[in-house]
């Protein structure tokens, strides 16, 4: 486990010092940069970019772990900005997974009358009375 | 005795239920059936549509709003990209990054009804994610709306494994409130929706810009500055995706268009100052660099950054100096 930790986070500062060069290189202020110090975008710090990608490389474990095959793991996390990376990293577990059309059945009852009174809608059977 | 104890309490139940009722016949609804800028109906029968299979209504919104701007792509393609096997769904911030993923740009749009019922009449189909039990019961869906009518208070769905679902306006508006009304809606870069505000569009553009080829970035950004000259983030990634792009003439104009409207912003100078020195406009260049460092006062990594900029253009005077000799 702490091995792991360790190869992470040299993996992050490797990230981190090929992506200061390229920076310096450039000399270019990104957008995301402005974005972030405008308050459009979450701020993440330069001091915690090493943060940023520790919280990369758990959304990318965390995702495996919940059975995302390995091979798309990584474009999946390449696609995010730094922000909804962090998002992920956070509520991976509770933020609301739309998938689910029905619902589990000794509730069926209770639904069905709250799908008639028009607060939900879980059948598409049913007509609001609303 | 028992018996009228009873009927006063369920009579008392029922008083409580009509209260509730009525206590919570949503606000939006009442607010657009009274609008009268929208038109009353509209509907884009055109949107295709893609059956879902079981907890896959992600991968399938995702294809209804991708496929509605010809941007060809199933379900089957879309599943890997955004499903969670152990969750049996897919999260929100993926679907706006899968949504990226195929050249798109998703702009998530205003929480309100009214600014979903706008981008339906504008001919933008809007993702939006549901709850369609209760807060204690979650049924989480996502479905892609398509259609109303003010005067029946209907809105049509393309819907899980329904082509055309159709919801009154209040239950559709209980149904989305639970996820905070999150929508969005997919467009090809260089098109605005049109129910979003700068900083909006900002925060859609940056994202989109961070994995898109140069050019489809410097489109999405031109449109959006056609639109708001004035603000600052679009002026840079215009400026920024012109010059990642290799229109230094282009990049120039937005950088100073940016300098102009945001004397104050030491990142709009020092990119300015960087687009110069390629240009070879040195000492233009250094005017800039040398403002960017007096601005960038207190941000050290803006400051390290700016230094690098007037280092490049000084090794660039003294090679000139050393030609010259």
């Known amino acids: 486990m702490i091995v792991k930790r360790l190869l992470s986070l040299f993996v992050a500062t490797s990230i981190l010092f090929t992506g200061s060069i390229q920076i310096a290189q450039a000399a270019m202020v990104s957008s995301e940069q402005v974005a972030q110090s405008a308050g459009i975008a979450s701020a993440e710090q330069d001091r915690e970019r090493i943060y940023a990608a520790l919280t990369r490389e758990d959304v990318r474990s965390e995702l495996i772990k919940r059975g995302v095959d390995p091979l798309q793991v990584e474009q999946r996390v390449a696609a995010l900005t730094d922000e909804e990376a962090s998002k992920m990293a956070n509520q991976i577990e509770n933020a609301p997974a739309g998938g689910i059309i029905g619902a589990i059945v000794f509730i069926f009852v209770l639904l069905l009358i709250t799908d008639i009174l028009g607060f939900t809608k879980v059948y598409p059977f049913t007509r609001s009375v609303r | 005795m028992l018996l009228q104890i009873r009927i006063r309490i369920l009579a008392f139940m029922f008083l409580l239920l009509g209260s509730l009722l009525s206590g919570c016949a949503a606000q939006g609804v009442r607010e657009v059936t009274q609008n009268t800028q929208l038109p009353r109906q509209h509907e884009l029968t055109a949107t295709p549509f893609f059956p879902q299979e079981l907890y896959q209504c992600g991968p399938a919104a995702l294809a209804t709003t991708l496929n509605a701007i ?56 809007v993702l939006v994610m549901q709850n369609l039990g209760l807060s204690f019961a979650p049924s989480w869906h996502y479905a892609v709306a398509v259609g109303y009518d003010l005067n029946k208070e209907l809105v049509w769905l393309r819907s899980g494994t329904f082509e055309r ?142 230094q690098q900029t007037l280092a490049d253009i000084q090794t660039k005077l003294d090679e000139l100096d050393a030609a010259n000799k």
């Open chain 2, 70 to 125: 010809d941007i060809k792509v199933s379900p089957e393609q879309l599943t890997p990209e955004v499903y969670i096997p152990s969750r049996q769904g897919s999260l929100q911030v993926e679907m706006l990054a899968a949504t990226r993923r195929h050249g798109a740009v998703a702009y998530v749009i205003p929480a309100r009804l009214e600014a979903l019922l706008k981008e339906i009449s504008a001919g933008n189909p």
């Open chain 2, 165 to 306: 679902f159709e919801m009154s306006l209040s239950a559709f508006e209980r149904t989305w409130a639970r996820s905070q009304h999150w929508a969005f809606v997919t467009l090809p870069p260089g098109r605005l929706p049109v129910s979003i505000d700068a900083d909006a569009a900002a925060r859609a553009l940056v994202a989109f810009e961070k994995n898109a080829p140069a050019s489809a970035a410097e489109q999405a950004y031109a449109a959006a500055v056609q639109r708001w000259p004035e603000h600052l983030v679009l002026l840079m990634g215009l400026g920024n995706s012109a010059y990642r792009n290799k229109d230094l003439h282009k990049a120039q104009q937005a950088l100073l268009q940016a300098t102009q409207h945001h004397p104050a912003s030491a990142a709009a100078h020092n990119n300015l100052a960087t687009v110069l020195l390629e240009q070879g406009q040195l000492p233009l260049a250094r005017t800039h660099a040398e403002q960017a460092l007096q601005l960038a006062a207190e941000d050290p990594a803006l400051k390290q950054q700016i």
